[in-house]
Antibody, heavy 124, light 108 residues
Framework: QLQLQESGPRLVRPSETLSLTCTVS??????????WGWIRQPPGKRLEWVAS???????YYNPSLKSRTTISVETSKNQFSLKVNSMTAADTAFYYC????????????????WGQGTLVTVSS | EIVLTQSPGTLSLSPGERATLSCRAS???????LAWFQQKPGQAPRLLMY???RRAAGIPDRFSGSGSGTHFNLTISRLEPEDFAVYYC?????????FGQGTKVEIK
């Protein structure tokens, strides 16, 4: 059974960079049938897709966050990571990593499963 | 960006009743590019449906999905105590997937 686990700081100072890692267990991150993504959810608000990556390294970003965001993959460790620069209070959210399923036409599909999520608070 | 609007915001029902949740898209997402998730407090979202009407593995058949284009529904035929949660729809017709704001199903 595939499992994902986020790790990283719970508290980030304003203007600093957030670094999160997602460790995948129970399956290979190098499968060509899937992609990998980060989704965030400010407390009490809707989910927001942040970024996605294929095992090959091809990346896709939410346009609203693209200038501040970097997603990367390390296949040797079965991990993928997210960096968000210039953090502000508006970036306070639960951050989830998830496996993305490719559709039959090989386009982006739904996310399943998800990690348990980690709450990142931006505060001085 | 495709905007998804869910209604109602909150649905107050009793166990055993039928729940119908709506998800409307600002532009067509076809018939295969919509998913539904269930989220309980303190938990990650759990996939219920994909391709609008296909149940994910392990999801009971009291959950069903329908719709195409810009209007989709999630129906829970008879609410069980564990079904009281928040439900989100997600479109993935574009590489920039978006989610609805959620419908909370609460115990009446």
């Amino acid at each position: 059974q595939l499992q994902l686990q986020e790790s990283g700081p719970r508290l980030v100072r304003p203007s600093e960079t957030l670094s999160l890692t997602c460790t995948v267990s129970g399956g290979s991150i190098s499968s060509s049938n899937y992609y990998w993504g980060w989704i965030r959810q400010p407390p009490g608000k809707r989910l927001e897709w942040v970024a996605s990556i294929y095992y090959s390294g091809t990346t896709y970003y939410n346009p609203s966050l693209k200038s501040r965001t970097t997603i990367s993959v390390e296949t040797s460790k079965n991990q993928f990571s997210l960096k968000v620069n210039s953090m502000t209070a508006a970036d306070t959210a639960f951050y989830y990593c998830a496996r993305g399923i490719l559709t039959v036409s090989r386009s982006f599909g739904w996310f399943d499963p998800w990690g348990q999520g980690t709450l990142v608070t931006v505060s001085s | 960006e495709i905007v998804l609007t869910q209604s109602p915001g909150t649905l107050s029902l009793s166990p055993g009743e039928r729940a119908t949740l709506s998800c409307r898209a600002s532009q067509s997402v076809g018939s295969d590019y919509l998913a539904w998730f269930q989220q309980k407090p303190g938990q990650a979202p759990r996939l219920l449906m994909y391709a609008a009407s296909r149940r994910a593995a392990g999801i009971p058949d009291r959950f069903s999905g329908s719709g195409s284009g810009t209007h989709f529904n999630l129906t829970i035929s008879r609410l069980e105590p564990e079904d009281f949660a928040v439900y989100y729809c997600q479109q993935y017709v574009s590489s920039h997937g978006t989610f609805g704001q959620g419908t909370k199903v609460e115990i009446k």
